[in-house]
Each structure stands twice: as structure tokens, then as C-alpha cells.
């Protein structure tokens, strides 16, 4: 077994942990992440850092938390300077590439990455800009309940668009290592758009399940008897506007039952590319989200809040001949891949950092230990109007904002988060201590000064740069078309052997 592995990580958005087999989910087909879970490593408590999607794919590549670094929500400029694991793997000696979805909003639009094989789904700009300030104007970019009340079938969609061709140059990319002269191991990203909303799918998607095998949320709770934030979550994606029928509920669920298969589609064809490569037997494979989806428990939908639909992710690592298969019941979180990955891929596992991070290696739990039972999380995005905090440690979370009631949940005895436990007397000294340590880790009035002024800066440069000529930060993938297939630069018959895999003896 070679001392330093190739890296594969497969990375799906909002995608739920408990929707999958792995993680107890009853209707989702997965045989090929089932297939993963079953001779890998499954974290069954693994969380993100922040419910949305740009900050939490920045703490997931820094290590670092939102506050940390200012990448505060989708339209958060995440800093160059920043060390990636991406910056740290390529400084090891990998070669380090990354096909799809990653959300860098800014003129940087690699962050260590040699390679960026595809253009991104969504805007690098700043136009996705929160405004705290003016909170009851519901932003015109973001999510409404169009994509429940309208879910279905279909025969084709931008984000299937957009997969397809992910997953495409992902798997050229895998051919192109084998036959190449670079004998650098390699990182390979792979980050697909699915199964985020809207909640439509291809037809045979959609008709790999039917409505008598959808499952309905467990838990259902009127406006009323939301707690403040989720109240506002609703009004932000238009809960108020349109109230989706149970039927409309149904077909959302199975349509994004529906996305989590084709995802588990391209997981098998990635997997058999790695083999036919001859890529598989040294390959640590992960399989990870940025986020999950709420869909429509507690009334809720899409994420941006710390509820375990739409914060616990699936985290499985793969690679039987390093790790023997076993089940992580602490909790850890996106911050802990970077020294994970850092470690694993520096020649004697002792990686120099070159900027704090908020992480801590999985490595002893993926070598049969445990993993570090705490997350700790931000949510600074829209739908806020403050910084809203959350620790997970042991059985509880505690969520904690300055402008609502504290929320305190025993995730052992009520996984489903009905008893908000904050307000009894027998946990006060325990809230108490929470809130002592909140105080000890965030200055929270100063942290809500920093992202209004971002906010501000941002609105203004985004109305300054769409003035007369508008030069797009949007990542253009590279393709010298001179190099391509066969040109008269070089013999044919060289090329076409160099070409062939496996190359004739």
C-alpha cells in the first residue's frame, strides 16, 4: 500500500444524511453509496458548520468558521490568503483538481486547486448580498415554494445540465491520470448540484418510486408555534405566500428521492471509472454534503436553520485496504476535513499550517478511536437578523441567538427536537454554562457590526461593477482545443499509443 493515497471526494448539495439507507432512511434507493457504507468508515453524527451553502463549502475547504474568515453567506467573498487543504495537498506533491459546484464568490475562483475542470452553477459576484437591515423585503434570487408547489417529473433541467457535464470531465479527468507521465497522487473534488431543489427530476428518476412509498414528515407545526427564527425562515422563502398541498408535499419528497438516485448513479459511474482507471486500490473515496434539506419537517424547507434535516450530513470514507469498516457515533463536522485531509496526504503526517484552523483530525476515528463529539456552528445568512450560534457536544444541542429564546434539545431522548428544554428549571445551570461559553467564543455584537458592514460594501460594489462594462468573476474552464485529439504536432502513431489505456506492451 502506497504511504501517501489518491484522493476522491464526492460531494452532493442539500443533501440530507437521513434520507440515505446508511443512515436509516427507508425509501431512497443508494445501492451504490449503500455499497461504500458497508466496507467504509460511516460518521453517523456529522454535521455542517453553517446551513447554507457558500459558507459551508468555505469552512468545509479552510477549516475554519464563517466568522473566521468573513464568508458569511452566498455572496460572502472568500478570501485568496486563506489556506485550503487544497493549498496544503498541492504543497505535499499532489496534483489537485476540482469538477463542479463550489460556490467561491469573488475574482479567485480556484483556491488551490491546479485544475477546475468545470465552470460553477451559481454567480461569483456579489448580487446574492443579504440585507439585515431591510429584512421583511424578501430577496428576488432566493428560494421560493415554487419549487414544492410545482415539483414533478421532467425531461430535462439546468442542474442536470450542469451534473452531467460534471460528472463527465470528472471521469475524463480519472482517465487522463491513468495515462499520464504525472505520477503525483492525486485529489480529485467532485461536487454535483443534486439533489438540491427545485424538487424536479427526469422522468425515470421520478418513476423509480411511487406515491405509496413516500414517506411524510414526522413532525408538523403551525406558524404560530414556530420559534422566532424559523418564523422568519418561513416568511424568506415565502412559506406565507404559497401553503403547499399534501399532494404538492408528496411529489416534492419523491422528486428529491428521485435526485438522490441520480446522484447514487453517478457515485457508481465514478467508481467504475476508478476502477477501469486502475485508480481504485489506493483511492480514499469521501462521500459528503454541504447541507441538508429540511423537506417539509416541522414545516420547514430547504435549510438555513440548526434542525438536524437541515444541518446532519452524511460524511463515509472509503477505503478498506487503510480503515476497517466501522460505525463513528460522535459527533464531528466539515471544519475537521481539512487537517484530516492535510494529514493524511503529508509525508509523515505532520503538516506545517500556515493559518489557524478550527478543525481536529479524523484520523484516530477512521484508525478505530473516536472522533471529537463536538460541532460548532454559525448561521449569518438571509432569514437571520443577528448571528445565530449552535454547540453540539455529547447528547444536546444548544442554539443561541441575541434576539430570540435560547433552543436546548437532547438529541438521545427526542432526535425528532420537540422539547426545546431551555426553559426548564433542572436545565438552567446547564443553559447557563452554554451561554458562558458562547460568550467566551463569539463577540456577538461585533460580529453582527462585521456583517452588516460586509453587507454594505458588498451592495455597493455590486452596484459600482454593474455600471458600464461588467467584467464576470465567473470561472471559464480552459480548453486548448490545438492539444486535443490529433493534431500535426505530433506523430500519429505516438499520440494514438499515448492516448490508449492501458497502453499495449
Not at 213 to 242: F, K, N, S, T, W
Request: glycine share 8%; hydrophobic share 40%.
Amino acid at each position: 500500500m502506497a504511504d501517501r493515497p489518491n484522493i476522491l471526494i464526492l460531494m452532493a448539495d442539500q443533501l440530507t444524511a437521513g434520507a440515505l439507507p446508511a443512515y436509516g432512511g427507508k425509501v431512497a434507493r443508494t445501492p451504490h453509496i449503500n455499497r461504500l457504507a458497508d466496507a467504509g468508515v460511516v460518521f453517523e453524527s456529522f454535521y455542517c458548520n453553517s446551513p447554507l451553502c457558500a459558507p459551508s463549502r468555505f469552512s468545509f475547504l479552510s477549516g475554519q468558521l464563517p466568522s473566521r474568515i468573513g464568508g458569511y453567506d452566498n455572496a460572502a467573498e472568500f478570501p485568496a490568503e486563506v489556506p485550503t487543504f487544497a493549498h496544503y495537498l498541492r504543497q505535499a506533491g499532489y496534483q489537485t483538481a476540482l469538477s463542479g459546484k463550489m460556490h467561491f464568490c469573488g475574482p479567485d475562483q480556484l483556491h488551490g486547486f491546479e485544475e477546475r475542470l468545470t465552470t460553477d452553477i451559481y454567480p461569483a459576484d456579489f448580487g446574492w448580498t443579504p440585507d439585515w437591515t431591510r429584512f421583511d423585503t424578501r430577496p428576488g434570487w432566493y428560494h421560493t415554494m415554487d419549487s414544492v408547489t410545482k415539483a414533478g417529473p421532467c425531461t430535462r433541467t439546468n442542474q442536470v445540465d450542469f451534473d452531467d457535464e460534471v460528472v463527465y470531465a470528472a471521469r475524463q479527468k480519472l482517465f487522463d491520470v491513468a495515462r499520464g507521465n504525472d505520477r503525483r497522487p492525486f485529489c480529485l473534488v467532485v461536487s454535483m448540484t443534486h439533489p438540491h431543489d427545485p424538487y424536479v427530476i427526469p422522468e425515470p428518476y421520478w418513476n423509480r418510486y411511487t406515491d405509496d412509498e413516500i414517506d411524510m414528515p414526522r413532525v408538523r407545526i403551525a406558524d404560530a408555534d414556530q420559534d422566532p427564527h424559523a418564523r422568519r425562515v418561513r416568511h424568506v422563502i415565502g412559506l406565507g405566500l404559497q401553503s403547499p398541498s399534501e399532494a404538492q408535499i408528496r411529489a416534492a419528497r419523491r422528486a428529491y428521492y428521485g435526485a438522490v438516485s441520480y446522484v447514487d448513479d453517478q457515485v457508481g459511474s465514478l467508481l467504475a471509472t476508478l476502477k477501469d482507471a486502475r485508480l481504485d486500490a489506493n483511492t480514499v473515496i469521501a462521500v459528503i454534503a454541504d447541507h441538508g434539506d429540511m423537506l417539509g419537517e416541522r414545516d420547514l424547507w430547504y435549510k438555513m436553520n440548526f434542525f438536524e434535516g437541515a444541518c446532519r450530513i452524511p460524511l463515509i470514507v472509503h477505503a478498506p485496504g487503510r480503515f476497517k469498516p466501522r460505525r463513528v457515533r460522535e459527533s464531528a463536522s466539515l471544519l475537521d476535513l481539512l487537517p484530516t485531509l492535510a494529514e493524511l496526504g503529508t509525508p509523515g503526517g505532520r503538516p506545517q499550517y500556515a493559518a489557524v484552523h478550527d478543525g481536529r483530525s479524523l484520523l484516530p476515528a477512521l484508525e478505530g478511536g473516536a472522533a471529537p463529539d463536538e460541532v460548532i456552528g454559525e448561521y449569518l445568512g438571509e432569514g437571520a437578523v443577528a448571528p445565530l450560534v449552535m454547540i453540539r457536544r455529547e447528547r444536546y444541542k444548544f442554539v443561541h441567538t441575541p434576539v430570540d429564546p435560547d433552543q436546548l434539545y437532547d438529541l438521545a431522548a427526542d432526535p425528532d427536537e420537540r422539547a426545546n428544554l431551555a426553559t426548564r428549571p433542572e436545565h438552567a445551570a446547564q443553559v447557563a454554562d452554554y451561554r458562558t461559553e458562547v460568550g467566551r467564543r463569539w463577540a456577538l455584537p461585533r460580529l453582527h457590526e462585521q456583517v452588516l458592514a460586509s453587507q454594505r460594501r458588498r451592495h455597493f460594489v455590486y452596484a459600482a461593477l454593474r455600471q458600464g462594462r461588467f467584467t464576470p468573476w465567473d470561472h471559464q474552464p480552459i480548453r486548448d482545443a490545438t492539444r486535443a485529439y490529433i493534431r500535426n504536432d505530433q506523430g500519429l502513431n505516438d499520440l494514438e499509443a499515448m492516448a490508449r489505456f492501458p497502453r499495449l506492451g
